[in-house]
């Protein structure tokens, strides 16, 4: 089993910026990211990175986030930037190993204040 641990989250001011940190027991992977889901609303896709180091966003980046990884530490990164209210949410950190098989944290919350 897979374990995906994150950190980072909080309050930030609109305009402000985040950097989100998800570490995982394994390191292969397909793809790794995040995703975050709003009161009221499904869960989307944020930013995704995959094996061979391509980048997937969500419309809604546009530009501001950042997704990296350290291969050293089975770490994925994602660095918020310019910030805004709607961006608040509860940021969970995603692994897809193989065809299917998904992996999720337990969630980080990211509040915005206008």
């Known amino acids: 089993q897979v374990q995906l641990v994150e950190s980072g989250g909080g309050l930030v001011q609109a305009g402000g910026s985040l950097r989100l940190s998800c570490a995982a027991s394994e390191s292969d992977f397909n793809r790794m990211g995040w995703y975050r889901q709003a009161p009221g609303k499904q869960r989307e896709l944020v930013a995704v990175i995959y094996s061979g180091g391509s980048t997937v966003y969500g419309d809604f980046v546009k530009g501001r986030f950042t997704i990296s990884r350290e291969n050293a530490k089975n770490t994925v990164y994602l660095q918020m930037n310019s910030l805004r209210p709607e961006d608040t949410g509860v940021y969970y950190c995603?692994?897809?190993?193989?065809?299917?098989?998904?992996?999720w944290g337990q969630g980080t919350q990211v509040t915005v204040s206008s």
């Open positions: 995603y692994m897809r190993r193989g065809y299917t098989t998904n992996y």
